[in-house]
């Protein structure tokens, strides 16, 4: 369990410093991160799709423009990010804790608040036995 919690720091501690350096690099540097920390490919994609829907939801204009867009662009709606958010549920994925954080950033008021917080109490009920 530590090091799927070190996993989600690095995508944490990036989503801090999105506005403050280059897109593309910073997902390069999460991810030499996550190979540095032993993460297999499977853990590794799934946190830079976190970072990615974060990215295209925040930072819209700036992330359309980079190479790191284009290798996320068809995965990027909120669908199929609510898929992903199901299927780490019912696995009890410790990758959750870094999809609850986007979640509630990412939408804070854009969409209805009975889903949100619906969404949000599975997810939290989910995460706080494993932690």
């Not at 853990?43 to 930072?59: G, P, Q």
């Not at 992330?63 to 199901?86: P, W």
Request: proline residues 2%; charged residues 25%.
């Amino acid at each position: 369990m530590q090091k799927e919690l070190k996993w989600n720091m690095v995508i944490l501690e990036a989503m801090a410093a999105c506005r403050y350096i280059n897109i593309d690099k910073l997902f390069l540097i999460c991810e030499d991160n996550l190979c540095e920390l032993n993460a297999p490919e499977k853990e590794i994609s799934l946190r830079l799709y976190a970072l990615a829907f974060y990215c295209d939801k925040i930072y819209n204009r700036k992330f359309s423009e980079t190479a790191v867009f284009t290798r996320f662009a068809d995965i990027l709606g909120i669908a199929h990010f609510n898929r992903t958010i199901k299927r780490l549920i019912e696995k009890e994925d410790l990758a959750l804790v870094v999809f609850w954080a986007i979640f509630r950033l990412s939408f804070g008021n854009t969409i209805g608040q009975k889903r949100y917080l619906a969404l949000e109490n599975k997810m939290r009920f989910s995460i706080l036995p494993s932690l």
